[in-house]
């Protein structure tokens, strides 16, 4: 961790309840950071326990107006936006072939559409000197298993949108990179059917911590990153190098 890299800094962490969530958002208040916890589920008590400079924002990204409530709250109570680390996810394990619309509008909403509704935060709050957008994807983006296809293809596009956001940001100094997670200690990786039955095989080995994750999610956004942009980062111990 290094001590003041993000002093005087604010940033909004989604899905910061959750376990790379709220490791993004403590490793950025370490550094210094003002921190805005947005997350559907019970974000005040992390703000609580890191005391000073955080707040709790009930948020559910995929609604367009609470999110622009939040950037709003966040201007009010820090008067400037730096940081955006999309983070906010969830996962359903279904067939292909009996995939509902609504499944797949729920993941997309969720994935996808919060991403770029807090991308659009972005243009809008960030000052001339910029800013560093984080989008978290996965592994599943580029190599993924049966039963997730919504999940899938919603990480597959957030590495779409981070290139798009690179491009367009470029002359404003907003730069976005994504981050792969692979397997990490979290309970999405423990509740997955796919894990517990056993169709998916995880090396001990291969399981990373998400203080992992935000180390790198804590690079890419701040200025020792700063002429890198438009890429992905993949965080998984080297599972995907494997043959």
């Known amino acids: 961790m290094i001590a003041g890299r993000f002093e005087g800094r604010v940033a909004i962490v989604t899905g910061a309840a959750g376990g ?4 993004v ?4 208040h370490g550094e210094g950071a003002s921190v ?3 997350d559907r589920t019970a974000p005040e008590a992390l703000a609580a326990e890191l005391g000073a400079r955080a707040i709790g924002i009930p948020c559910d990204v995929g609604d367009e107006a609470a999110v622009e409530a939040c950037a709003h709250e966040a201007m009010r109570e820090f008067g400037r936006i730096d940081v955006i680390v999309n983070n906010a996810a969830i996962m359903t394990f279904t067939p292909l072939a009996e995939c509902t619309a609504d499944e797949w509008l729920a993941v997309l ?11 659009r935060q972005a243009f809008r709050h960030m000052g001339s000197a910029g800013g560093a957008i984080v989008n978290v994807a996965s592994i599943h983006a580029l190599a993924t298993s049966a039963e997730t296809a919504p999940y899938a293809a919603s990480k597959a596009a957030l ?3 981070t290139r798009s956001t690179a491009i367009e940001g470029r002359d404003r100094r907003i730069r976005a990179n994504a981050v792969l997670p692979g397997a990490i200690d979290t309970p999405m990786l423990w ?8 169709a998916e095989t995880i090396d001990l080995s291969d399981v990373g911590a998400p203080a992992d ?5 804590a690079y890419l956004a701040s200025e020792d990153a700063a002429f890198v ?3 992905t980062l993949t965080v998984d111990g080297g599972r995907m190098a494997s043959l």
């Open 159 to 161: 590495l779409s949108l």
């Open 36 to 38: 805005v916890l947005a």
């Open 191 to 198: 509740d997955n059917p796919n894990v517990k039955s056993g």
């Open 109 to 119: 909403r969720v994935n996808l559409l919060g991403a770029a509704f807090f991308t």
């Open 20 to 23: 790379i969530g709220s490791a």
């Open 25 to 28: 958002a403590r490793r950025l």
């Open 229 to 231: 942009t438009g890429t």
């Open 213 to 217: 994750v935000a180390a790198a999610v």
